[in-house]
């Protein structure tokens, strides 16, 4: 059985998940971490926590691990972090059907308009695009971009993806992306964040799409050009837009975004369920107890 006080050597950056984590941390370490710098080994984070700074960093001399919850890096610097000789682990697969899950929520209730009719009957908004036996595009097959495949065959749909390689996935490899891009009668981005997805889809490629095309993004903000989105968003360059994941997050008020009536948001949920964030916070301990302990590291990411 666990105890809290096993853990004093970790320090949490809480992000949206402090109940969870609380059961396992001893809250009261929380109050002073200065006080406790010096005896810091692991901490705890969650992949859209805010970066790890390196003045932070910098102030634990002791620091093993920096073990993130969910898939994403990109909140890391992992160079930096390598070069104090501190590893990074993260939590793949946990996040994956409970991701897939939202980006199908997402693409069935853009589709279907479910929130837009939700108050009763308006008119400009009772015919709809199929969806059942429509063409799935997906951007990115990892573990999320598989389940929501496998989702998508659910719903009789045609399946296409860009991958940086093809997979035995059961579904249409599209090398150029341009090609997905033009077929697809939603386009669904499951890409990790890198330089190279930075900006992936800007307004050429938003151009290429059906104008009755509808963009999903489960993946981060930033691998949409924004600007470029509400614009193809009011001049109907694309149909519609469906995101739980923005630049920054949350979009501030008075974001277009925000106002538009065919764009669904939702609050970078994708991983937010009690069974996923309790597994992903075991998967981060054993993670860090493993890198504390100097023993073989069940997710380890290596810096490139
Ligand atoms: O990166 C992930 O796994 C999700 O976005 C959760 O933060």
């Not at 003045?55 to 898939?71: D, E, M, N, Q």
């Not at 793949?92 to 693409?107: E, F, K, N, Q, R």
């Not at 069935?108 to 709809?128: D, E, F, M, P, T």
Request: charged share 15%.
């Amino acid at each position: 059985m666990m105890t809290s006080k096993q853990y004093l050597p970790l320090y949490v950056l809480f992000g949206t998940c402090e109940k969870v984590l609380s059961t396992f941390i001893d809250l009261e370490f929380l109050q002073n971490p200065a006080l406790h710098a010096p005896k810091i080994q692991a901490i705890l984070m969650l992949a859209q926590s805010p970066a790890a700074e390196p003045s932070l960093l910098r102030l634990l001399p002791s620091l093993k691990v920096i073990a993130s919850g969910g898939v994403g890096i990109d909140h890391l610097d992992l160079l930096f972090i390598a070069s104090l000789g501190v590893k990074v682990t993260n939590t793949p697969g946990v996040v994956s059907d409970a991701t897939a899950d939202i980006g199908m929520g997402l693409l069935l209730a853009s589709a279907r308009k479910i929130v837009q009719v939700l108050s009763g009957w308006k008119l400009q908004y009772l015919i709809y695009h199929r969806f059942t036996g429509s063409t799935l595009g997906i951007i990115g097959m990892g573990h999320i971009g598989y389940k929501i495949a496998q989702r998508g065959k659910g719903f009789e749909m045609k399946i296409l993806y860009h991958n940086r390689n093809r997979r035995a996935v059961g579904a249409t490899y599209c090398e150029n992306m341009d090609d997905l891009l033009r077929r697809s009668d939603f386009v669904m981005l499951a890409v990790n964040l890198t330089p190279e997805t930075t900006g992936l889809i800007g307004q050429r490629e938003l151009s290429l799409m059906k104008p009755t095309a509808t963009l999903v993004n489960v993946s981060r903000g930033l691998v949409v050009d924004q600007d470029a989105l509400v614009k193809a968003l009011q001049s109907g360059t694309i149909h519609a837009a469906a995101l739980d994941v923005t630049h920054p997050e949350p979009l501030p008020r008075d974001h277009p975004l925000l106002s538009l009536p065919n764009v669904l948001i939702t609050p970078h949920v994708g991983c937010s369920t009690y069974q996923t964030i309790r597994r992903m916070v075991e998967v981060m301990v054993e993670n860090a107890r493993a890198a504390m302990n100097g023993l073989p590291i069940p997710n380890e990411v290596k810096s490139q």
